[in-house]
């Protein structure tokens, strides 16, 4: 494995997570400042009164619905975007495709510094969303530095990317909320200084820092003769993306990514509602509570992972992880004191430690070198869509059914990708995939 490469792979991919979750903590003041700013018949005014439909005049509902769409539109554009982008890179090489895209993030990242309209934090979050897609383009970049013995480790890396970034992320945006900057008293076409310039800047420098080192040290993984045909002719059409991978474990395992983190992620997006209501938790206790969860992550990606998958492989650290992950949704639910919260909160983020990177692997080792882009394209882009969706029904399920429905309701539809984990097909030895129906 190449280390440089590897550590500009696992910025991109924490610049990604990064920039889903830095406004976790951000959605109540972010929804009372641009309603106040723009008025109740802007972009803004609309929106909320049409969240008010459904939730009624709790502003708490209000905020996590608001929250959650604003989450699932940068979902939702990764989900279109990451097979396109990962084509791309099978195409015409990943070092371009990066460079491309990272500069789109770049500049996204300005204008969400700037946006002082509720419509330009809007552009700015879908072009964000549409660049985000090159997480794909990175996972190629590992697998294409990695042999079929260190591919886990590889995958490992971005595991620990996307649980730092879940660490940093929301504290970053919590944190540097309060880095008040001089608000100019004349906006020039919407543009402006605003409290949540303080992340922006943040994520601004980090994504110029990756750009720097994607240009100047970054050198292209995939050789020329190693790239497949141009599938990006297809169209920007996601799901016939998914119906071209004919691989029968790549496609169990895309279901099983899909149906594992559509639950994590409802489950993720309401814990913060629900530990400050049934727990007390005040801000800094969440931001504790989030230190715990990444942490434990990186802990379980990094190190247990890693020896699980050298003893048993691919496949059975993948079902250990759904397997630790479903009693911990129940006992977050049913949680009488903080500590066992906590005793929950370990089981889940110890059992996503096992079961991501396991995941990630199994999809680069089910697939061939010149497809490597489109492959990983359409896992992120699953998952993508699984951040898009499960925090609209995890805030839904909390606030129209109670506060311990999501986690029931989650913990039964893990049972789903455990079964189907069972099922998965031996892993290929020589690199090479399966034929199509050598699961039976």
Known sequence: MKKPTLFIVFLTVFIDVVGFSILFPLFPAMLDYYLEKDGVDSLIGSLVAWLEKF??????????????????????????????????????????TLVFTLSGIVFANFIWMFAGSFALLIFGRMLAGIMAGNISTASAVAADITSDKNRASGMIIIGVALGLGFILGPAIGGFAHKWQMIDPENAVGGFNLHPFSGPAAIALMISALNWVLVVFKLSESLPPEKRGKDTTKRGFNPFAQLKRIDLPGVARTNLIYFAYWTAFSSVEFTVTFYAMEKHGFVPIDIAWMFVFIGVTLILFQGGVARQFIKRMGERRTALTGVFFTLPGFIIIGNADGTSVLYGGLFLMAAGSGMAMPSLNSLVSRYTPADRQGLSLGVFRSLGSLSRAIGPIIGGVLYWKFGSTVPYWVGAGFLVVPFFMALGLPPVPENGEPEAAGSEQ
């Open 55 to 96: 939730a009624g005049d709790d502003e708490n509902a209000v905020a996590t619905l608001f929250g959650g769409i604003l989450g699932s539109l940068y979902g939702v554009l990764q989900f279109v975007f990451a097979p396109i982008w990962g084509a791309y890179s099978d195409k015409h090489g990943r070092r371009p």
